[in-house]
């Protein structure tokens, strides 16, 4: 993600957050039978899977699915907040953030099983998330209107203004671009994507997220490679750190403890309410297909991209000095690795990473705003003050938005975890399913009428239509 929590040290709701999204991740661990680890290449199998279109229209696969919620999900955070975690917390802060991960993927399976189950399909694609899941598992319209306002304002408007300000920020120092010329190309760009609807989103997304994760996963297994006779030392330095057994940069064992649990959980999103919206525009036979693929979205945001920021840095001598952080830090790192045009490089990660996040949170704010009313006029209105919001992130200071997003992103959080902790039996039933379909050699197919679900509307539709035929 986009790093929110790193300026917000100190503040009280974030430690209530981090014990409510680890309770939760441990709880849905252990009654899941730890579906994370158990169903790892089951994930792999899935996010491939070509589904068998028969309704003519066009529908989002589960890979797109996948990079558009991977899209939100690996952002600056994944770069500069790693940094600042290092700085903040010591190389032990890693360790941390790899714990909170592996806990992370059995919330985003239920999150996402249970926006699949309850999702509907409107004349485009089907949509949902907590706010449908809210409405329909919980009987709770109100509450889910609450949710789809407070997603709306801190994914499509604040999130993407932040994005945006790295991303002008990044050049200026880079290239000596103008920041606004910057920030008009993006709102230009930007509004070129979203005016085209979820399709387009999605087929960009497909397109981006997997061509910047691999480009920049290389350039990391390059530097390790190079550098792989100190790679066994500053692994153990991670874990000794982590337990206070060696200290560097960042001191004590809570400072380790607390940065790496803040950047592994806001990092991957498990437990938000935002990258179900994305697992609910996939078409697939069964909802706990889309809960294993976001759930290895986890995977790749934190134990992948995040690690591989980490090694950058760790392999280097600059984060002892304590000199520099944040993406200087990670810019020094990588050009004492592979030579002065690493600034370079990471400016262009930084507009691709940013750049997709964009995208992807804007289409949670607007999946959302439907949900609240749909209207052509609400959603033209929604996407000009998203292009407004980019551009004006690329010329101001963010200190406002950022304490704006600390508050509506703890507050959608908290309404997600009531939500899912209330309706994980239904995703738990799900789970039960799928397994015992795929024992059978089947390819699952969701029935929710013979498990006692109700008001799943699309899987209704879709049965129907079997029944005419």
Not at 62 to 76: D, E, L
Not at 186 to 201: D, M, S, Y
Request: aromatic share 10%; charged share 15%; with cysteine.
């Amino acid at each position: 993600m986009n790093g929110i929590i790193d300026a917000s040290n100190g503040i009280l709701w974030g430690y209530v957050l981090i014990a409510g999204l680890l309770g939760i991740g441990i709880y849905f661990t252990v009654a899941s039978r730890f579906v994370q680890f158990r169903f790892f290449g089951e994930m792999i199998r899935v996010m491939t899977e070509k589904p068998e279109y028969k309704d003519g229209s066009k529908n989002i696969s589960p890979f797109k699915s996948f990079c558009v919620g991977a899209a939100t999900r690996i952002g600056t955070g994944n770069l500069a907040g790693v940094a600042v975690a290092i700085t903040l917390g010591g190389p032990g802060a890693i360790f941390w953030m790899w714990i909170v991960a592996l806990l992370g993927g059995a919330t985003a399976f239920i999150e996402s099983t249970l926006a699949q189950v309850y999702k509907i399909k409107d004349t485009k694609a089907f949509r949902g998330g907590p706010a449908y899941y809210i409405e329909k598992g919980l009987k709770k319209r109100w509450l889910g209107i609450i949710f789809a306002v407070l997603i709306a304002i801190t994914f499509g408007l604040i999130f993407n203004s932040v994005q945006s300000n790295t991303i002008a920020l990044a050049f200026e120092n880079a290239f000596g671009m103008n920041r606004i010329v910057v920030g008009l190309i993006i709102t230009v760009v930007t509004g070129l994507v979203i005016f085209g609807g979820v399709h387009r989103i999605a087929n960009l997304s497909s397109v981006i997220v997997p061509v910047m994760a691999i480009l920049y996963l290389t350039i990391a297994t390059v530097v390790m490679f190079m550098n792989i006779t100190e790679l066994p030392s500053v692994i153990a330095l991670i874990v000794k750190s982590a337990f206070g057994f060696e200290q560097a940069v960042g001191g004590a064992i809570g400072a380790a403890i607390m940065n790496g649990v803040k950047r592994g959980l806001f990092s991957n999103e498990a437990g938000m309410g935002s990258a179900p919206n994305a697992a609910a525009t996939a078409t697939t036979s069964h909802p706990a297909k889309q809960g294993l693929i976001q759930s290895l979205g986890v995977f790749v945001d934190t134990i992948l991209v995040c690690s591989a920021t980490a090694f950058i840095i760790l392999l280097a001598p600059q984060f002892r000095s304590g000199d520099v952080s944040g993406i200087e830090l990670l810019q020094n790192s990588l050009s004492s690795h592979i030579g002065g045009w690493a600034a370079i490089f990471i400016s262009v990660a930084i507009f691709l990473f940013a750049f997709s996040s964009i995208i992807g949170s804007y289409y949670y704010g607007e999946t959302n705003i439907e949900f609240i009313k749909e209207s052509k006029t609400a959603i033209l209105g929604y996407r000009i003050a998203t292009m407004a919001f980019v551009m004006i992130g690329s010329v101001s200071s963010l200190s406002l938005v950022w304490k704006m997003a600390d508050l509506f992103m703890a507050l959608m959080t908290i309404i997600n975890l009531i939500a899912i902790g209330m309706l994980a039996k239904v995703a738990m039933k799900v789970l039960k399913d799928y397994e015992m379909q795929r024992k059978a050699g089947k390819n699952p197919v969701f029935n929710p009428t013979a498990l006692g679900i109700k008001d799943t509307e699309a899987w209704e539709e879709k049965r129907q239509e079997k029944k005419v035929g």
